[in-house]
C-alpha cells in the first residue's frame, strides 16, 4: 500500500480550508484517509501561523515511507522535517516538433537575409 501525505479541502465555497492528512494514494481527495496531522488555513493573514503541524507524527509516517505532496513538502521544509527543492522539468519546457522547425526556418530565413546584403556590398 502507497502511502501519501497531502492535503483534502474542506469549508465554503471560496473560503478553503485544508487538513494534512495520511492516506492510501488510492483513496480519492477528500475521501478516506488514515490519519489527520495537521491543517493549513489559506484565508489567515500571512503574519499569523498558517499550518498546523502534529511533528512527532510527521516525524512517524516520514519515516514509515509515506510520500509528502508538492505543496506539503513545502510546509515540511519550513517545519525542518524534509529537505524540499524545486522541481524542474527541462524536458518539458522545450519547444515541440513544429515549433523546432519553425525557428529553424526564421534562423535559415534570417542568415539569408544577412548574407544578402553583404553580398550587395561586395558587388558594389
Not at 513538502?73 to 519546457?93: C, I, M, Q, S, Y
Request: hydrophobic content about 35%; glycine content about 6%.
Amino acid at each position: 500500500m502507497s502511502v501519501k501525505i497531502r492535503m483534502t479541502r474542506g469549508g465554503a465555497k471560496k473560503r478553503p480550508y485544508y487538513r494534512i492528512v495520511v492516506a492510501d494514494s488510492r483513496s480519492p481527495r477528500d475521501g478516506r484517509f488514515i490519519e489527520k496531522i495537521g491543517s493549513y488555513d489559506p484565508m489567515l493573514p500571512k503574519d499569523r501561523e498558517r499550518v498546523q503541524l502534529d511533528v512527532e507524527r510527521c516525524k512517524y509516517w516520514l519515516s514509515q515511507g509515506a510520500q509528502p505532496s508538492d505543496r506539503v513538502a513545502r510546509f515540511f521544509d519550513k517545519a525542518g522535517l524534509v529537505k524540499w527543492a524545486h522541481g524542474t522539468n527541462p524536458e518539458k519546457g522545450k519547444p515541440k516538433a513544429k515549433a523546432q522547425e519553425r525557428i529553424k526556418a526564421a534562423e535559415e530565413a534570417a542568415k539569408a537575409a544577412a548574407a544578402k546584403p553583404a553580398e550587395e556590398a561586395a558587388a558594389s
